[in-house]
């Protein structure tokens, strides 16, 4: 049976995340069509300029796409990101019986890949509470970062979130300075070199001799400088489960419950660093989960990957 596929992004995203949704919408919209099914990418005209006019609806606001939705009934409407006012669409699509799953930027790499999520990226992610897969699969995916620091590291390194980031907003701290005071109170030993989103190098922070900001440089030869990494919830901490560091996710996200990462702040540093390998069975098994069966290259998006994928296939076999 040929399903009718929708992407769809906030009218409300900065138009340049608009336009990096519909890039990475495109090639999966094509594919589906070359599995004969109808796929259109929904966007306001402004992040679809210069595009391929034939996939796109361009609506102005969310209200008029859920009128157009109510009337159309397509199978299945992928949403972009989840922040709340994506939420309150799903589930009102849902009460249509239409089928609604997320997707954002990928996790490792997060260049070139797309990501998919039955009930939401970020908070909502059904990987809060993840399930690990087959024994087996945890062979697939080494961790093969290899550290290059000649010195024994001695900083705790912070990665700082956006503070317009839902996540903040929506957090137990207000500011990426409440963050990272709360982390000199509770590490009092510890030298921080804290590295700012790279959306939001200016930023407030506690006045200390104990903080050394690094703006500058990649974010690998940031992580061979840390002995271990911290932050609230950010795909670099994903990429930084690579490094065989311990690494803290002190905010509900991607993996949180996963036994991946440390959640505790009561648990010191140099502890964390005295137990060795931090939970690489864990580790393994959430990077296997997010860059083998959720995540498609979009340089790769055939036929193929799509049925592969633990999301889309899953959906795709209903037809």
């Not at 005295?274 to 959720?294: D, K, M, P």
Request: net charge negative; charged share 25%; glycine share 6%.
């Amino acid at each position: 049976m040929k399903q009718r596929w929708v992407f769809y992004h906030s009218t409300d995203l900065p138009k340049t995340e608009g336009r990096t949704a519909n890039v990475y919408y495109e090639p999966i919209a094509r594919a589906l069509e070359q599995l004969g099914h109808s796929a259109k990418i929904v966007a306001p005209r402004t992040s679809a300029e210069g595009q391929d006019a034939a996939l796109y609806l361009p609506f102005s606001h969310e209200d008029a796409f859920r009128r157009w939705a109510e009337l159309e009934m397509p199978e299945v409407v992928c949403v972009w990101t989840c922040k709340p006012s994506d939420m309150s669409l799903a589930q009102h699509l849902r009460g249509y019986g239409i089928t609604v799953i997320f997707a954002e930027l990928g996790w490792v790499p997060q260049s070139h890949s797309i990501y998919f999520d039955e009930r939401g990226t970020g908070t909502f992610s059904s990987l809060v509470t993840f399930t690990p897969p087959a024994a087996e699969a945890t062979v697939k995916l080494p961790l093969v970062h290899i550290r290059q620091w000649m010195g024994e590291p001695e900083h705790t390194g912070v990665l700082l979130q956006m503070e317009s980031d839902w996540n903040m907003i929506t957090g137990p701290w207000r500011s990426n300075g409440d963050f990272l005071a709360m982390l000199l109170e509770l590490w009092p030993r510890e030298k921080f070199l804290v590295r700012p989103h790279p959306n939001q190098q200016d930023v407030a922070l506690p006045v200390c001799d104990r903080i050394e900001l690094a703006r500058d440089g990649s974010l690998h030869d940031w992580f061979d400088r840390c002995k271990v990494v911290a932050g609230m919830n950010s795909t670099a901490l994903v990429e930084a489960l690579f490094t065989n560091l311990p690494v803290y996710q002190l905010a509900p996200g991607i993996g949180h419950k996963s036994g991946a990462f440390i959640t505790n702040p009561e648990i010191p540093p140099d502890e964390a660093r005295a137990r060795g390998e931090w939970r690489q069975l864990q580790r393994r098994n959430l990077l296997v989960e997010l860059c083998h069966y959720r995540q498609i290259d979009i340089r790769h998006a055939d036929q193929e990957a799509l049925v592969r994928n633990r999301v889309l296939g899953k959906i795709l076999a209903r037809s």
